[in-house]
Structures are given as C-alpha cells and as structure tokens.
T-cell receptor
C-alpha cells in the first residue's frame, strides 16, 4: 500500500494563478481532509469530505475549493492564488470519523 | 478556536532522559491523539486514547488523559536523538465529522 500520496511535492505560483493539488489514498477510507500548516504552527483544517461526492468547509476554507469525485481522490483547488496561501498543505484520510488520520508527505506551495 | 494546546512550546533534553509534554483542551472530546512530525515531513500517528481511558502505553510512550481537567500528557521514556521532532495533540469530537483540532505542537530536541 502506498498509503496517502500527494502531488506535486513543491510548487511556485505567481499571484492570481490557479492550481490543483491532488491527494490519493489506497486504504478505502471514507473520510479525507485538507490541512494547511504555517511555520511554527499546527494544522488548520481547510475542507474535508465524509464520502465520495461530499465536501464540507473546515476552519479556513476561504480561497479554496475541493472535489471528491472518486472515493480515493480528494482535490484541492486554488482559483486565484495569494501570497497568504504560501504554506505546506497536508492531506489526510481516516476509515472512521473518530479514528486515526493517515497523512500524506505534504505539498510545499510558495505564492509570489 | 484552537482546541488542543501543547505545553511547553519547546523542550530540550539529553539522550536517555524522559520527556513530558502536555496538552490541554476546552470542550468534551471522544478521543485524543498524539502525532509526531519530523522536520519537513507529514504527521505520523503515535497513539490514540479514548475518553473513557485514563492511560495507554505503546513501547516507550505513555499517554494519560484526565477528562475532569481536560488535559493529556505524553511521556517519552529513555529518549533518543531520533525522537527529535515536533509533537502534536489532536482532539476529536463526534458528531463533527471526526474533525481533529490540532495544537501548535511541542518541539522536542534530544541531544546526543
């Protein structure tokens, strides 16, 4: 099992550009999450999904959109990137809502 | 609002010593989880303790939970240089889609 994978690993964007981050999991987990982590801080939840075709807002959803068309994939989109979105983005998944989350390796995003 | 808050923010010890870090939270929870993050990497799950449990062990790790004080502690015994990492607690409340709320973490440095 690959677990949770994220692509790309690193990306540089100019202000106003758009991009999509891809998260994939091969553990048949229902729940998937997108977090951002700023330097010296913990993770903040952006959006999450409780199953295929569902999405919901987390703590800091503004400026991001998500889609869960397939159970194994969870996409995070930035329509018009801003420097404030410079961060490390982590995807995670879990089997049940109370259980352990398995994290991907992260995507480092720099917005100039 | 931040649910889990770790204390201390930073901890530096010698190899072989024990390391204790604490987590406080504000509202009732279903479980509390501890994660480790090595520099530049994703989070790795260490241990989950449920609200009806008071103590759990896993190898050199010991976690306690005091729901009356809304606090948890993580003890790492006989620390090693490889334990150098940031440690985060995450609280889970259900129903809430199992969203975990992470603190800002404790940065542990173990000197050889």
């Amino acid at each position: 099992n690959a677990g949770v994978t994220q692509t790309p690993k690193f990306r540089v964007l100019k202000t106003g550009q758009s991009m999509t981050l891809l998260c994939a999991q091969d553990m048949n987990h229902e729940y998937m999450y997108w977090y951002r982590q700023d330097p010296g801080m913990g993770l903040r939840l952006i959006h999450y999904s409780v199953g295929e075709g569902t999405t919901a807002k987390g703590e800091v959803p503004d400026g991001y959109n998500v889609s869960r068309l397939k159970k194994q994939n969870f996409l995070l989109g930035l329509e018009s990137a801003a420097p404030s979105q410079t961060s490390v983005y982590f995807c995670a998944s879990s089997y049940l809502e109370k259980e352990t989350q398995y994290f991907g390796p992260g995507t480092r995003l720099l917005v100039l | 609002s931040q649910q889990g808050e770790e204390d201390p923010q930073a901890l530096s010890i010698q190899e072989g010593e024990n390391a204790t870090m604490n987590c406080s939270y504000k509202t009732s929870i279903n479980n509390l989880q501890w994660y480790r993050q090595n520099s530049g990497r994703g989070l790795v799950h260490l241990i989950l303790i449920r609200s009806n449990e008071r103590e759990k062990h896993s190898g050199r790790l010991r976690v306690t939970l005091d729901t009356s004080k809304k606090s948890s502690s993580l003890l790492i015994t006989a620390s090693r240089a490889a334990d150098t990492a940031s440690y985060f607690c995450a609280t889970v409340r259900v129903p809430n889609a199992g969203k975990s709320t992470f603190g800002d973490g404790t940065t542990l440095t173990v000197k050889p």
